[in-house]
């Protein structure tokens, strides 16, 4: 009797273990691509909101000649109605859903204001870092006539 020959088509264990580290790669690059591409896109979001905003504030300050003063909490974004009829629904930060940050001149009738955000995409041209009441923020747009703000150490 002879022997029969049986062959075997198999993958090596070390061919297995190269294509497990080439589609390791290929995701975590794919998975980093993404995460910047979403962080961008909340950036971008919270950059139109505070336009939005501050396009509501220019318009109440051309009929009260002064921007809203920080008693009266215009950025409170529940229920969001504090510049009716400027602004139908004040917007959230995308992602904790909290009020922007709202720094106005000091007294009833401030005559400059400035808005804080904190971008997730730290490596935004527009980003200064350690800004904003307790240098928690790191994006602001505010009026013409604003002074800029001093980063905090």
Sequence with gaps: MGRKNYRHS???LIELLLVITILGVVVSIGASYTTNQVYKGNDANRKGALNRIAVAFEE??????????A??????????TGLTPYLAKVPCDPVTQNPYSYEPASGTCPAWYRIYAKLQNT???????SI??????????????????????
Aim: charged share 10%; hydrophobic share 20%; net charge negative.
């Design 60 to 69: 109440y300050e051309k009929d009260n000649n002064c921007y809203p003063p």
């Design 132 to 153: 904003g009441p307790g240098g928690a923020y790191n994006y602001y747009i505010g009026s013409a006539n604003a002074p800029k703000p001093t980063p905090i150490p």
């Design 71 to 80: 008693s009266s909490n215009p950025l409170a974004c529940s229920p969001g």
């Design 123 to 129: 490596t935004d041209t527009s980003a200064v870092e």
């Design 10 to 12: 198999a993958f090596t």
